[in-house]
């Protein structure tokens, strides 16, 4: 059975820092990422790594203050964010698949979800 349990999330002043983490079990994943869902918008991507090599990517509202990681030996991934800002408030969701794709930005690069932690940043 596969699962994708994320933890981490929280309330957090504007200019603070979090980390989320995503234990991943049941099946052997290549690509994992991050996604955000603010309320009355679309998710979006904020980044993603490759569990074998660990090529990363990041949506550049993000870039320098994000950074995603992941523990081969505990088979979690990571999203640290730094600088956080009122924008940044969201429901976050971790994504894996069992292959690398041409755009893992995209939602439909992911065949698993997990089931959301909410980022609430105070300005």
């Known amino acids: 059975q ?14 603070g ?4 983490s995503c234990a991943a079990s049941g099946r052997t994943f290549v690509t994992m990422g991050w996604f ?4 009355g918008r679309e ?3 904020v ?15 993000v870039k320098g203050r994000f950074t995603i990681s992941r523990d081969n030996a505990k088979n979690t991934v990571y999203l640290q964010m730094n600088s956080l800002k009122p924008e940044d ?4 969701y971790c994504a894996a698949d069992v292959v690398w794709g ?13 089931q959301g932690t909410q980022v609430t940043v105070s300005s």
């Open 102 to 114: 041409p755009r893992p930005s995209s939602e439909r690069a992911y065949d698993y979800w997990g």
């Open 36 to 39: 955000r869902q603010a309320p």
């Open 47 to 61: 980044a993603a790594i490759r569990w074998t090599g660990g090529n990363t990517y990041y949506v550049d509202s």
């Open 2 to 15: 596969v699962q994708l349990l994320e933890s981490g999330g929280g309330l957090v002043q504007a200019g």
């Open 89 to 92: 408030t969201a429901v976050y």
């Open 43 to 45: 998710r979006e991507f």
């Open 17 to 20: 820092s979090l980390r989320l």
